[in-house]
């Protein structure tokens, strides 16, 4: 394996990180926290070792889909190490494990937090934690590729791959490095719009920056202690309902508007089935709610607002969703598995893997009824072929496993089933809040040490699809030669 | 540029391969959804799995904005087709690969009529080079530079020769004739050798020179050079036939030994000139008979890749012929290149060649100055002719003050039409071209060989 060539990403990967800790920097110096000098170092820290190993590039700028998986996997790593340092080093969360599990959970975008007392933090810290949510969203990696003239070569595709969501992975220009451009303008764009609607409707820039950090990168870390919920404005909840629903949908759509091919847009397969989903789970929710609200419109917000959190996998909220009738929660439930859109800035299994499990199982269906039938998958119009089939169906397989290997641990916790299981599946997912104890109204700082680490693996592994932790962890990754 | 190709075999992934390294977006289209992912995995670049001829692919694959499209499967008529829509859809550049003797003879006609760029024959293309090696056969490799004045040519220092422990700098001053070593292949590696180099036997040497000092530089260093007398070429293929019908009016005299007893009829049909042989081409004593021994030349052109080399390698042990092997698959050029087989003809590399030589063309007139680009060693070292331009910032400076990249050599300057062989106090002027050698492959302007 070209260990070199990993150390190199790494390298870069800290220097990128120092740039972005200029952001808290600059609202330090603002608001005058005191906390410029716990950036200041782990920047200078970030620095000195990304120097030492990016000043000289590799002579073997090779690298094949494995040096890709393992780079990306060990890259969100470190990334989250050097991230957390700043909350360890000012002392505004003591402990090593919660802050590393404050940032990867920023980073992977899921937002659950271990902090009960959300507005202790300085204005610093608090911009951080969101920015790390947008960070996260697109990915480091993506952001390196559109930026550095990396590895001219090519081979640069096995790392988007492996950092990018969902069940088969495409460019949108020739080269990555325009298709990484591509994405992280719309993300961008997106974003500042966003902020801009949101400074409309009265909220203030920080906050608004913070909270559009956190829907653009389906994050959901809140700045205040209740959430969105504190900003009692339909306008607000709105806007910000809409967005988390915008970033959810597969990018490539937006690119396709992008180059003024609406057909093909509209005729989205995924993002039609994503958005009847949500259409129909709001409908529900709002009638299964409807008379523990004022209005009909009051049911209406919240479920759309609680939906839209849910399956994009932001896991903001307006309301304590765990008071809500059985029904509805268990609703919730179900779309936190199913997830956003492959290609958006979401977690879960994505909307486009469910497609293809539906559409085999028709198929199956029918190959059972008439036995010599020959049918062949398509996806987007596009037949699929075995290997993202198999790839699926794997991927399911790993899935399973590890959730129920992180229920049984966390379960040593001894907190009800409920609680447990929520919990596994809002960090697995990349959701934030799940139920129980774990819900919108509590959060994870009870949960022990063990639990804690279990679910920071399953946060990285969610939002890496999985595959590229299990690489980094399987030893024959590692055996010399093999 | 915006280039898309159509079909990933080894001539459309070179191409792909090294154009994207120039820096143009290249999209593939190939109908084997396989082989594409294969080749995107490895090279940055966008694959489109369909058939190239339907419009539809061709959108999908954004004909409308694409400055150049090449088609390269192996289908003639397939290729036609695509050139022919895209011309309609696009309006962009067309190259398209014909190969069949029958289109080759009215080339020209479909070239106007289709609109077509460049027509590319391979195997014309191979039976070029092949022709040119037999005219000079103790190069193993010649190309020309600056319309024809200059021959960038590669040869094997023989045992014995005078060049034998001699340092680079020695030679002009010894042989008092100014020939440029541009690079020497040792074994493996490609150095781009200094003045204190030391030249050994078994070297294999690429030189910069006009035909005339070439030819003086052959006979100073003790290597014949006349063109050959006879030849035997094994296997009656579409390059040997073009070979044939090239050689026509060359004094060379041709055997070619052929298996197909139809075949040899229809070559002998068209070749007057030529004997034809009937015969299987790996029995020895056929070829003992046909005299392999006294033969000046052979060249092993069959269809299959390992009897052409083990022919060549038996040829080799027999006579001292010039050798020349056909070789189809390019995975194992390195090792190939180690054995002895004389002078080896990869005619999807020579058709990619000339297809990126195209390509730079057009790209002058977009701004890129490459005028030719000659392979020494396949990615590993390359001679460049770039144009000067007005904006080139090493006009009217000593080149001895400038300082250049490693593993680099401005081998050549051509001021309208008079050739320098450059020394420290010779400048760059506008309107020149200039040849440079080098190691780093990949560069797209003059002002890439400055530091």
């Given at each position: 394996?070209?260990?070199?060539?990993?150390?190199?990403?790494?390298?870069?990967?800290?220097?990128?990180?120092?740039?972005?800790?200029?952001?808290?920097?600059?609202?330090?110096?603002?608001?005058?926290?005191?906390?410029?000098?716990?950036?200041?170092?782990?920047?200078?820290?970030?620095?000195?070792?990304?120097?030492?190993?990016?000043?000289?590039?590799?002579?073997?700028?090779?690298?094949?889909?494995?040096?890709?998986?393992?780079?990306?996997?060990?890259?969100?790593?470190?990334?989250?190490?050097?991230?957390?340092?700043?909350?360890?080093?000012?002392?505004?969360?003591?402990?090593?494990?919660?802050?590393?599990?404050?940032?990867?959970?920023?980073?992977?975008?899921?937002?659950?937090?271990?902090?009960?007392?959300?507005?202790?933090?300085?204005?610093?810290?608090?911009?951080?934690?969101?920015?790390?949510?947008?960070?996260?969203?697109?990915?480091?990696?993506?952001?390196?590729?559109?930026?550095?003239?990396?590895?001219?070569?090519?081979?640069?595709?096995?790392?988007?791959?492996?950092?990018?969501?969902?069940?088969?992975?495409?460019?949108?220009?020739?080269?990555?490095?325009?298709?990484?451009?591509?994405?992280?303008?719309?993300y961008l764009a997106m974003t500042v719009v966003q902020i801009f609607l949101l400074l409309l409707g009265g909220m203030p820039l920080f906050d608004s920056l913070a909270t559009s950090f956190g829907t653009a990168g389906t994050g959901g870390f809140g700045i205040k202690n209740s959430s969105i919920a504190y900003y009692d404005s339909y306008y607000l909840q709105g806007v910000v309902t809409v967005f988390m629903i915008l970033f959810g949908v597969n990018f490539n759509v937006y690119y396709l508007l992008l180059v003024r091919q609406f057909k093909d847009a509209f005729s989205c397969e995924e993002a039609r089935a994503y958005l009847a989903v949500i259409g129909a789970s709001i409908l529900l929710i709002t009638l299964n709610i409807r008379g523990s609200f004022e209005s009909l419109f009051d049911a209406f917000h919240h479920a759309a607002f609680q939906v839209a959190s849910i399956i994009t996998t932001t896991g903001f909220s307006t309301v304590d969703f765990d008071v809500w009738p059985q029904f509805s929660k268990t609703i919730l439930v179900g779309?936190?598995?199913?997830?956003?859109?492959?290609?958006?800035?979401?977690?879960?299994?994505?909307?486009?893997?469910?497609?293809?499990?539906?559409?085999?199982?028709?198929?199956?269906?029918?190959?059972?009824?008439?036995?010599?039938?020959?049918?062949?998958?398509?996806?987007?119009?596009?037949?699929?072929?075995?290997?993202?089939?198999?790839?699926?169906?794997?991927?399911?397989?790993?899935?399973?496993?590890?959730?129920?290997?992180?229920?049984?641990?966390?379960?040593?916790?001894?907190?009800?089933?409920?609680?447990?299981?929520?919990?596994?599946?809002?960090?697995?997912?990349?959701?934030?809040?799940?139920?129980?104890?774990?819900?919108?109204?509590?959060?994870?700082?009870?949960?022990?040490?063990?639990?804690?680490?279990?679910?920071?693996?399953?946060?990285?592994?969610?939002?890496?699809?999985?595959?590229?932790?299990?690489?980094?962890?399987?030893?024959?990754?590692?055996?010399?030669?093999? | 540029?915006?280039?898309?190709?159509?079909?990933?075999?080894?001539?459309?992934?070179?191409?792909?391969?090294?154009?994207?390294?120039?820096?143009?977006?290249?999209?593939?289209?190939?109908?084997?959804?396989?082989?594409?992912?294969?080749?995107?995995?490895?090279?940055?670049?966008?694959?489109?799995?369909?058939?190239?001829?339907?419009?539809?692919?061709?959108?999908?694959?954004?004909?409308?904005?694409?400055?150049?499209?090449?088609?390269?499967?192996?289908?003639?008529?397939?290729?036609?087709?695509?050139?022919?829509?895209?011309?309609?859809?696009?309006?962009?550049?067309?190259?398209?690969?014909?190969?069949?003797?029958?289109?080759?003879?009215?080339?020209?006609?479909?070239?106007?009529?289709?609109?077509?760029?460049?027509?590319?024959?391979?195997?014309?293309?191979?039976?070029?080079?092949?022709?040119?090696?037999?005219?000079?056969?103790?190069?193993?490799?010649?190309?020309?530079?600056?319309?024809?004045?200059?021959?960038?040519?590669?040869?094997?220092?023989?045992?014995?020769?005078?060049?034998?422990?001699?340092?680079?700098?020695?030679?002009?001053?010894?042989?008092?004739?100014?020939?440029?070593?541009?690079?020497?292949?040792?074994?493996?590696?490609?150095?781009?050798?200094?003045?204190?180099?030391?030249?050994?036997?078994?070297?294999?040497?690429?030189?910069?020179?006009?035909?005339?000092?070439?030819?003086?530089?052959?006979?100073?260093?003790?290597?014949?050079?006349?063109?050959?007398?006879?030849?035997?070429?094994?296997?009656?293929?579409?390059?040997?036939?073009?070979?044939?019908?090239?050689?026509?009016?060359?004094?060379?005299?041709?055997?070619?030994?052929?298996?197909?007893?139809?075949?040899?009829?229809?070559?002998?049909?068209?070749?007057?000139?030529?004997?034809?042989?009937?015969?299987?081409?790996?029995?020895?004593?056929?070829?003992?008979?046909?005299?392999?021994?006294?033969?000046?030349?052979?060249?092993?052109?069959?269809?299959?890749?390992?009897?052409?080399?083990?022919?060549?390698?038996?040829?080799?042990?027999?006579?001292?012929?010039?050798?020349?092997?056909?070789?189809?698959?390019?995975?194992?050029?390195?090792?190939?290149?180690?054995?002895?087989?004389?002078?080896?003809?990869?005619?999807?590399?020579?058709?990619?060649?000339?297809?990126?030589?195209?390509?730079?063309?057009?790209?002058?007139?977009?701004?890129?100055?490459?005028?030719?680009?000659?392979?020494?060693?396949?990615?590993?070292?390359?001679?460049?002719?770039?144009?000067?331009?007005?904006?080139?910032?090493?006009?009217?400076?000593?080149?001895?003050?400038?300082?250049?990249?490693?593993?680099?050599?401005?081998?050549?300057?051509?001021?309208?039409?008079?050739?320098?062989?450059?020394?420290?106090?010779?400048?760059?002027?506008?309107?020149?071209?200039?040849?440079?050698?080098?190691?780093?492959?990949?560069?797209?302007?003059?002002?890439?060989?400055?530091?």
């Amino acid at each position: 394996m070209n260990i070199k060539i990993i150390f190199y990403f790494l390298g870069w990967v800290l220097n990128i990180e120092a740039l972005l800790m200029v952001l808290p920097c600059m609202v330090s110096l603002l608001y005058g926290d005191g906390q410029l000098l716990s950036f200041l170092g782990v920047m200078a820290l970030c620095m000195v070792i990304g120097w030492l190993t990016t000043h000289k590039r590799p002579a073997n700028m090779v690298f094949y889909a494995k040096e890709g998986f393992v780079a990306v996997a060990l890259i969100w790593v470190v990334l989250s190490f050097f991230g957390a340092l700043p909350f360890r080093i000012s002392g505004q969360i003591p402990s090593m494990t919660d802050a590393m599990f404050e940032t990867i959970s920023g980073f992977t975008t899921t937002g659950a937090s271990i902090l009960t007392n959300v507005e202790g933090l300085s204005p610093s810290m608090l911009m951080w934690r969101s920015f790390t949510h947008w960070v996260g969203g697109m990915g480091v990696l993506v952001f390196i590729l559109a930026i550095l003239p990396l590895a001219g070569g090519g081979y640069t595709m096995h790392i988007m791959r492996a950092e990018s969501p969902g069940p088969s992975v495409g460019k949108l220009a020739p080269k990555v490095k325009t298709t990484a451009k591509i994405l992280y303008g719309i993300y961008l764009a997106m974003t500042v719009v966003q902020i801009f609607l949101l400074l409309l409707g009265g909220m203030p820039l920080f906050d608004s920056l913070a909270t559009s950090f956190g829907t653009a990168g389906t994050g959901g870390f809140g700045i205040k202690n209740s959430s969105i919920a504190y900003y009692d404005s339909y306008y607000l909840q709105g806007v910000v309902t809409v967005f988390m629903i915008l970033f959810g949908v597969n990018f490539n759509v937006y690119y396709l508007l992008l180059v003024r091919q609406f057909k093909d847009a509209f005729s989205c397969e995924e993002a039609r089935a994503y958005l009847a989903v949500i259409g129909a789970s709001i409908l529900l929710i709002t009638l299964n709610i409807r008379g523990s609200f004022e209005s009909l419109f009051d049911a209406f917000h919240h479920a759309a607002f609680q939906v839209a959190s849910i399956i994009t996998t932001t896991g903001f909220s307006t309301v304590d969703f765990d008071v809500w009738p059985q029904f509805s929660k268990t609703i919730l439930v179900g779309l936190m598995f199913i997830g956003a859109c492959a290609g958006s800035t979401g977690g879960g299994m994505k909307v486009s893997r469910i497609l293809i499990w539906l559409k085999s199982l028709k198929n199956e269906l029918s190959a059972l009824i008439h036995p010599r039938s020959v049918k062949v998958l398509k996806l987007e119009k596009k037949a699929l072929d075995s290997g993202v089939m198999r790839s699926v169906n794997n991927y399911f397989i790993a899935y399973f496993f590890i959730f129920a290997v992180s229920v049984l641990i966390v379960s040593l916790d001894n907190f009800d089933f409920n609680s447990t299981f929520t919990a596994v599946a809002a960090t697995f997912n990349n959701i934030g809040p799940g139920l129980g104890a774990v819900g919108p109204a509590c959060n994870f700082s009870e949960l022990s040490v063990l639990s804690k680490y279990v679910l920071m693996f399953d946060m990285l592994a969610g939002r890496l699809e999985i595959f590229p932790m299990l690489i980094l962890f399987s030893p024959s990754t590692w055996q010399k030669g093999w | 540029m915006k280039i898309i190709i159509v079909g990933c075999g080894k001539v459309g992934t070179t191409l792909a391969e090294q154009l994207n390294k120039e820096n143009h977006d290249i999209t593939l289209i190939d109908q084997d959804a396989q082989a594409l992912e294969k080749v995107t995995n490895s090279i940055d670049v966008m694959g489109v799995a369909g058939n190239g001829a339907v419009y539809a692919v061709q959108m999908e694959a954004g004909i409308h904005d694409s400055d150049l499209l090449i088609a390269t499967t192996n289908s003639d008529e397939l290729n036609m087709l695509c050139c022919l829509i895209a011309k309609k859809a696009g309006n962009c550049h067309t190259i398209a690969r014909i190969r069949n003797p029958e289109y080759a003879a009215e080339i020209n006609f479909i070239r106007e009529e289709m609109n077509l760029s460049l027509a590319i024959n391979p195997d014309l293309a191979a039976a070029r080079e092949i022709s040119r090696l037999l005219k000079f056969p103790s190069a193993i490799k010649i190309d020309t530079f600056a319309k024809g004045r200059v021959e960038i040519m590669k040869f094997q220092i023989p045992e014995g020769s005078v060049l034998h422990d001699l340092k680079v700098w020695e030679v002009s001053s010894k042989l008092k004739l100014s020939v440029l070593i541009c690079a020497v292949e040792r074994g493996n590696d490609v150095v781009i050798p200094n003045g204190n180099f030391q030249l050994k036997a078994g070297d294999k040497v690429s030189f910069i020179a006009s035909p005339a000092k070439a030819m003086r530089f052959f006979k100073e260093v003790g290597i014949e050079n006349n063109s050959v007398k006879n030849a035997i070429l094994v296997g009656g293929g579409r390059i040997t036939y073009y070979l044939a019908k090239m050689l026509e009016d060359s004094p060379i005299k041709l055997k070619i030994v052929e298996q197909d007893l139809k075949r040899c009829r229809k070559l002998s049909e068209e070749l007057p000139g030529v004997m034809v042989i009937h015969g299987d081409g790996s029995d020895q004593q056929l070829l003992m008979e046909e005299g392999i021994r006294q033969t000046e030349a052979f060249a092993a052109l069959t269809g299959f890749d390992e009897e052409n080399m083990i022919l060549s390698l038996f040829a080799g042990t027999q006579s001292k012929a010039k050798l020349i092997t056909k070789v189809n698959r390019t995975t194992f050029e390195g090792v190939v290149d180690g054995m002895n087989l004389g002078s080896v003809i990869y005619p999807k590399l020579i058709t990619a060649d000339t297809i990126l030589q195209y390509v730079r063309a057009m790209q002058n007139s977009l701004g890129s100055n490459v005028e030719t680009l000659y392979k020494i060693v396949a990615d590993k070292a390359e001679a460049l002719e770039f144009r000067v331009g007005e904006d080139a910032p090493m006009v009217g400076i000593p080149l001895e003050k400038l300082s250049f990249k490693a593993n680099l050599l401005v081998a050549c300057i051509n001021r309208n039409g008079k050739i320098i062989t450059p020394r420290g106090k010779d400048t760059i002027e506008v309107g020149d071209t200039v040849i440079i050698v080098t190691t780093n492959t990949g560069l797209k302007d003059l002002k890439d060989i400055l530091r």
